[in-house]
């Protein structure tokens, strides 16, 4: 029996799954096992709307045998340690796991690009975990700032800069402002609207990328009217614990500081032989090959296609490989010639929080409210399954008629004012013990 196996339960490896099993359905000589460390598939584009309490985290991940259904795969949670390419074997802490074909699409992390103390201050947004720590921070500052006489001690609090002004980050520093000015400030009375900070720190001339100079440009009129400051060329040199270094002579201080500026390919995929992009991914030929291991494909944010290097580390993308992959190692089993990996824009849209986005499609360029109204359909449309789908479009509508959810119902992680709080409160209890009555 031959076994191909997918490596990530993303949009990359999950289409590769799902067009293997098409092929390979009347085949009972084929296995098909999917590997992730996680079990489910983040839908990565509302990630920001965790960090604003506008939708349920639940509702925007999905568990992979809910989407398996009827399919005939296998799933297996598990973390993939290293690939064994000259006996094409996979190691996992709890053993090894042969393949005759393999579909590396294991996503990426992010990159600090050595920046001084970004890792260890800087808050990362990339996981569903880190949208929802991030959410509690922002409330955790403003629950701290409610009660803070000291006006500059409040300022410091309801201070923060987002790294990078890609999607991610623009998407997320207008989530947290919908945030910020249409709930806190009417809900929390020690905040004033003027005491809030949000800042844009960009390397580049430009944000957001790829869009066009005239959508960047109403993107960043936008920004301006929401209060939201854009710095560009503006190249973070340092992160420490309450602000940032700017160009090397220039601090911002702010207590909370989100890094969403790039990302790199996995450890496992660095490790990889063949030649390796500047961010660590594997150049792959046309059809997604590994360089002299025709059994081994790599797509996703993982690869960098010979005759695609430039193409976007987006879903869209992942999933057009994936598709790409699968199919090929069909082909490569059946002796037919390989398809050709072939990058094709299908636009951009941009979400700049509650009623404006800014979208490109087919060469037209909108922006606007309608822009936002098309935005919102083609992401409830993308989403994976019904259920999740009417979750989603439950949370929007009740966005718009109640308050955002400002629970936290976790202890905040990193916040030194709860732990001061904490050691005050212990100090107190131990002094009041110490000082009570003597026995007789």
Known sequence: MKRVVVVGAGFGGLQAATDLERAFRDDRDVEI????????????????????????????????REIRGKRNFRFRREAVRSVDVTNRRLVFDSGVVGYDALILTPGSRTEFFNTPGAREYSWDYKSLQQAVEL?????????????????????????????????????LVTEMRDFLFRYAVRKYRGIDSSEIRLVVLEASQDILGGIGPKLAAHARKRLDVKGIEVRTSAKVTKVFDGGV?????????????????????????????????????????????LEGHPEIFVAGDSAAAVNAKEAPRVAPVAISQGRTAARNVAHLWR?????????????????LGMNFAVVKIAGIEVSGYFAWLFWNAV?????????????????????????????IVRAPRRCKLCEAEENSSGSQARAASASGPNKQ
Not at 263 to 281: F, K, M, Q, T, Y
Request: proline share 4%.
């Open 335 to 351: 002796g037919e010639p390989l398809e050709t990996y072939e990058y094709a824009s299908n636009g951009m849209l941009v979400s």
């Open 379 to 407: 992401h409830l449309y993308k989403l994976v399954g019904l259920k999740k789908q009417l979750q989603v479009a439950g949370d929007w509508f009740l966005g718009l008629i109640f308050p955002r959810d400002a629970a």
């Open 33 to 64: 096992l999917v590997v992730s460390d996680q079990n489910f598939l983040l839908f990565t584009p509302l990630l920001p709307q965790i960090a604003s309490s506008y939708t349920d985290p639940r509702h925007i991940v999905q568990a992979v």
């Open 135 to 171: 959410r509690e921070r922002i409330i955790d500052m403003c629950e701290h700032a409610d009660h803070t006489e000291d006006a500059e001690q409040r300022r410091t609090m309801l201070a923060f800069v987002v790294v990078g002004g890609g999607y991610t980050g623009i998407e």
């Open 245 to 289: 270094e700017i160009n090397g002579n220039e601090t911002i201080v702010a207590s909370t500081v989100i890094w969403t500026a790039g990302v790199r390919a996995i450890e496992l995929i660095e490790s990889l032989p063949g030649p390796h992009d500047r961010i660590g991914r594997a150049i792959v030929n046309a059809n997604l090959h």
